[in-house]
Nanobody
Framework: QPVESGGRLVQAGDSLTLSCAVS????????MGWFRQPPGREREFVAA???????KYIDSVKGRFTISRDNANNTVYLQMTSLKPEDTAVYFC?????????????????????WGQGTQVTVSS
């Protein structure tokens, strides 16, 4: 079960890093994803990392957000810079246990098997 942390209130232009710890074995073989749900809107894909290191980002965060992972500590991170008010959302971490070959992780929520409870990020203008 993923457990997110690091969300808080920040100002526009600030940086923030979210963490997601995953218990149990097998982390190094999981694709890991970050999704978010802005107020009053549907959940959306943000970023993901394939178990072999390939990454994928939604266009609106390219160049600002970076996903990374520490397999020794079963943790995935989302480094967020130049935050904007429209980044305000509950951020969810998710694990895809069924990834096989290739290098591109999925951006579809239905492909992810385990989800965290979410952490709130609020960006004030």
């Amino acid at each position: 079960q993923p457990v997110e942390s690091g969300g808080r209130l920040v100002q526009a232009g600030d940086s923030l890093t979210l963490s997601c710890a995953v218990s149990g074995r097998g982390f190094s073989s999981y694709d890991m994803g970050w999704f978010r749900q802005p107020p009053g809107r549907e959940r959306e894909f943000v970023a993901a990392m394939h178990w072999n290191g390939g990454t994928k980002y939604i266009d609106s965060v390219k160049g600002r957000f970076t996903i990374s992972r520490d397999n020794a500590n079963n943790t995935v991170y989302l480094q967020m810079t130049s935050l904007k008010p429209e980044d305000t959302a509950v951020y969810f971490c998710a694990a895809d246990l069924s990834s096989t070959g290739g290098t591109v992780p999925s951006d579809r929520a239905k492909d992810y098997d385990y989800w965290g409870q979410g952490t709130q990020v609020t960006v004030s203008s």
